[in-house]
Each structure stands twice: as structure tokens, then as C-alpha cells.
């Protein structure tokens, strides 16, 4: 099957509009007679001759009459489609994002992050949906907007991504616990009963990996799958959690907090978008305001 040429199309949309080769031919900057090769054109693709004769002028036929308004649509519609877009209207826009982050950002950055979205764009609403694992499909399929944490291998290699803030980990226990009084050695640390957060499942994580280099091991009495819920384990036993400072700031108020004993690499928090949103003008001031959040916060105690 032939493709038809659209640009038919612009050069239909002005003969019926006219009525008049020499005009429309005006109108296009073209010579009347490569006009009428358009027209033949025209009249060859639709099967119709779609203008005819009659006097000095051309009438056109029904089927020209029924494709005016169509034809006219789809011109305007196609110039808006290569127009530059217009200039971003905060006040006016109405639109929904999805934020896919890992547990403890929204209650670390979210209120922030929604009352700068509500006071520049009143009429944008933000969805955050929990993220179970590093897959880029959902970026890719337009599911999620913008995507948060650790850039890794599974990371689509398209994928677009920024740093939002450096984080590392720290434990936590309740007030009163035996850690929260002394010199926290690798010893004491390792001694206590602990929790482990893994949304894999697995059995050990970087700081096992630290302790063993100091011939040393925990005792891992459960497994979690997010931050809260070791938190919550913490708060209501003698357990020791292991949580990124700064993903867990707020969910660690009224615990007692310290620095780990033992050497574990810190890492970056980046947001992470497909690329064909590079251009979205929506989406470039998005990711601004998560920047700016991001970045305005400092760790927490």
C-alpha cells in the first residue's frame, strides 16, 4: 500500500477553501500550474474530482463538501501539533504525576514537597505509589512520572537521572535501650539483637559484609521489608534498626539515632525519569521542585 503524501492534506484544506486554483496557488506561494498537478493529485488519491467547472468558476462536489471540515481539522490540528509549545501556566494547569518512591520519602519530603506544588500550581495533584523494585518498565510505559533512589544495574540504560542527595546508614534504638548510653564499639553494636530491612528477602546486607571484615557477626532476629516497619519493630523492643539517616529522618523521631560503628559506603538518591518527558515543560519544573525540596532539607538527628 502507497503511503499518501500528507502535505496533500494543506494543499487540499486551501483549494477548498478558495474555490480557485490561481488563488489557492497565491496563497501557497505556488505557481498555478504546479497547483493544478496538486489537484490532479488530489483527484487521482481520493477517486473523486472534488472540484469541477462550472462557468468561469469551480463548485465542489459532494464528496469535497464532505471532507472540508475534516480536512480543515486535521490541518489545525497538525500546525498545533508542530507549533512551539506554549509557555508554561502554573496558575492553569491541571494534571496529575506519579511518583514512585521507596518507604519513609513520603513522610520525609512529601509534606514539603506538596505545599511548594500547591502554592506555585493549585490545580496539580500528586499520586505516590510505594516502589517494590528497581524495574523501569513502569517509566517506560508512562505508568510513573518520576522515579526515586539508587541508580543501579536493572536501571534501564535510557533512563534519565539527577542526584538528589547523598545518604548513608544509621542505627536506631528505643530511648533507654544499652545502646543508647556508652561508646557504641563494633562489638556492643554487633551484640544486639537486630532487624533487617530487604525488600528481596535476604539474609544479610553491606553492614554484615563490614562486621565480617572485623570478624564480627549480628544476630538477625527478623525481616522487613521497609524502613517503618523496622522503625516500628525499634520503638517497641530491644531490637537494633538499620536505616538510611536521611530517608528515615522524620519516621525516627523519639528513638535514639548513632552513627554506625563500622565502615558501609554512603549512597546517592536520584531521581530518575524517561527521556521523553526531557522536553515537558510540566516535568522540568516537577523535577525543580523535588530538586529544591530535596536539597533545603538536611539530615535528620
Known sequence: MTTPDLNLLVTLDVLLAEGNVARAAQRLRLSPSAMSRSLARLRQTTGDPLLV?????????????????QVSQLVQDAQAVLR?????????????FTL???DGFVENFGPDLLARISAEAPGV????????????APLRDGDVDLDTGVVGDTTGPEVRTRALFQ????????????LSQGEITPARYAAGQHILVS???????PVDAALHALGLKREIVTIVGGFAG???????SDLVATVPERHSGNLRAGLFSFSLPVATPAFTVSMLWHPRMDGDSAHRWLRGCLLDVCAGQGAGA
Not at 230 to 236: M, P, S, V
Open 125 to 136: 495533584r500528586l499520586r505516590f505509589v510505594q516502589k517494590l523494585d528497581k524495574d523501569s
Open 84 to 96: 512551539p509549545a506554549e509557555k508554561l501556566d502554573l496558575q492553569r494547569l491541571l494534571r496529575t
Open 230 to 236: 523496622a522503625l516500628a519493630f525499634a520503638r517497641a
Open 199 to 205: 525488600r528481596r528477602g535476604l539474609d544479610q546486607g
Open 100 to 102: 514512585r518512591v521507596r
Open 53 to 69: 467547472r462550472a462557468g468561469r468558476g469551480l463548485v465542489p462536489t459532494p464528496r469535497a463538501l464532505q471532507l472540508r471540515a
Open 167 to 178: 545518604d548513608r546508614f544509621m542505627g536506631v534504638v528505643r530511648i533507654g535501650h544499652a
